[in-house]
């Protein structure tokens, strides 16, 4: 009968929390609302902070004993004292793994970039600051650049050189140096073209008259020049005849 368990030749009330019971501490069932506790056979409202809820079997099950919250018994969303959530898996570790960085404020390991062997935190967990490389991957050279940070590559990028002991590229100063003077001697060019132009059309302001820009004046002169251009022409042509 609910609400009793048998002892000896008596039936004895359980538990005021449990609906079916062996004895007077431990419920094999809870009343409505209530939720068994898997292990220690006890009933609650709500499940204790280290176990997780089953609701169609209304039972709350312990997490993983490094688990300090969970969502079921595989999965920890928080860890114990002095361990590490691992993010993508959700396992509870003493230690990031070689391929994850470490979030200290979170306690959290996060997953390296695919290309590297090992990394470190950048900026909102930005995972690309590589440390090494995966030597079985096509991406196995790492950078150390100024311009283009701590990455893994498949070959090092422009003005960078590789150093075949190590796989590292490193900043190339020559190529920098020579990057320098290319740019240099182009603004040098620029600069010469544009002063020419203007030095050009300076003179030819300062030799023609105050109105040589009024339409009419250019047209008068345009037309004079071409008259006496071909008034030469023709004159050399009566000379030949």
Do not use: A
Request: net charge neutral; glycine share 2%.
């Amino acid at each position: 009968m609910d609400g009793y368990y048998k002892e000896s030749n008596y039936c004895k009330k359980c538990n005021s929390n449990c609906k079916t019971c062996e004895n007077s501490n431990n419920c094999t069932s809870c009343n409505d609302h209530k939720f068994l506790i898997n292990d220690t056979q006890e009933c609650l409202n709500e499940c204790n902070i280290s176990y997780y809820k089953n609701d169609s079997e209304k039972k709350c099950y312990r997490c993983n004993s490094n688990c300090k919250t969970c969502e079921n018994s595989n999965k920890c969303t928080s860890c114990n004292e002095n361990m590490f959530l691992i993010n993508d898996t959700q396992k509870c570790l003493n230690e990031c793994n070689i391929s994850y960085f470490k979030n200290d404020s979170e306690k959290k390991c996060y997953r390296c970039n695919s290309n590297c062997k090992s990394c470190s935190r950048g900026s909102e967990n930005d995972n690309n600051y590589c440390l090494s490389c995966n030597e079985n991957s096509s991406f196995k050279y790492l950078v150390k650049s100024k311009k283009y940070g701590l990455n893994c590559v498949n070959k090092c990028p422009i003005f960078t050189k590789l150093n075949e002991s190590s796989n590292i590229c490193i900043d190339d100063n020559n190529d920098t140096k020579e990057q320098v003077n290319v740019t240099f001697w182009k603004f040098v060019f620029v600069f010469l073209i544009l002063f020419s132009i203007f030095v050009v059309f300076y003179v030819i302001y300062m030799c023609k008259p105050k109105d040589f820009y009024n339409i009419n004046t250019f047209i008068d002169f345009i037309n004079k020049e071409n008259d006496e251009l071909f008034g030469i022409q023709n004159d050399n042509e009566d000379k030949t005849n």
